[in-house]
């Protein structure tokens, strides 16, 4: 059981207040909630995946496209189940996701579809670990972190709003005209892509 003494050094961060952009909401993300709040942003991402647009610029920074934002939340499912793991120490006896292997290393040379894919694994392999959790577990704190306030469940929450924002810019970039095609077409010598 993990017993942790509320001082005023690692009491719990006050929850802050819903996002204005997104709108995601940090107050209805809990231990109950949360792997379904996971699965129903994964499905969203899926949709916005398998879309027409996936090499279209988001809005919002970084300045990634819709497919590779998509790679960095299959990532980061994939990353944060590694840390969960970590925090709690041995792994339940669960099945182990299909991890993603042989990635290319830029993102913008992945494809949509198998990228959609992976990410439906990591996020599925990550909601059934985030549903196993106890209620000691989701205030347990990482030992490595200087801030021993952000529990599993803080964690777990900036996650899911991680998540959640990137599919609001990565909508609202298809939606709006290409923001990198008008600064090339205006600018032809800084039509560059940076990012990979
Ligand atoms: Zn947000």
Known sequence: ????????????????????????????????????LLRDTTTDWQHVLAGPDVTRSCAGTPAWTVLEHGCHVRDMCLLFRRQ?????????????????????TRY????ARQVAG?????????????TALTADDWEREDPRLPDLRLTLGVLT??????IRHSLH??????R???????????????NEDGHG
Do not use: K, W, Y
Request: glycine share 2%; aromatic share 0%.
């Open 108 to 111: 913008c040379d992945e494809d």
């Open 1 to 36: 059981m993990n017993v942790i003494a509320h001082t005023s050094q690692n009491r719990p961060p006050r929850t802050p207040p819903a996002c204005p952009r997104c709108a995601f909401d940090p107050a209805t993300c809990d231990r109950h909630t949360a792997p379904d």
């Open 169 to 174: 810019d990565a909508r609202r970039g298809i």
């Open 84 to 104: 969960l793991d970590t925090m709690l120490g041995e792994p339940r006896n669960i099945a182990p996701s299909s991890e993603v292997t042989n990635s290319p």
């Open 157 to 162: 929450r900036h996650l899911l709003h991680d």
């Open 118 to 130: 992976e990410l439906g694994r990591a996020a599925t392999a990550l909601a059934d670990r985030l």
């Open 176 to 190: 709006a005209p290409d923001a990198r095609t008008a600064t090339a077409t205006a600018h032809p010598q800084n």
